[in-house]
């Protein structure tokens, strides 16, 4: 099952996954859901056609021991950047 990119725009923050991929780019998503619950997903992107689709690999939520170290660590990329 694959779905359209534009469901990313759930995701809050998106990296990719180097040391997982494989013979396809892996990514991890990060996000919330609609109850403010932190989901970690991982997934890959298929093109057919002219779109580029979303192919989840897994996806749960998140212990809040994950919550705090992604948000410690995407402060400091944002700081790095300038953000």
Do not use: C, Q, W
């Amino acid at each position: 099952m694959a779905f359209p990119l534009e469901t990313s725009k759930a995701f809050s923050k998106a990296f990719p996954d180097p040391e997982h991929s494989g013979e396809e780019e892996r990514f991890i998503g990060i996000g919330k859901t609609e109850k403010n619950l932190s989901v970690f997903v991982v997934f890959t992107l298929r093109r057919k056609d002219d779109v580029v689709l979303i192919r989840p690999i897994s996806a749960r939520f998140m212990h809040k021991e994950e919550i705090d170290y992604y948000e410690k660590e995407t402060s400091k990329t944002e700081k790095r950047r300038g953000g």
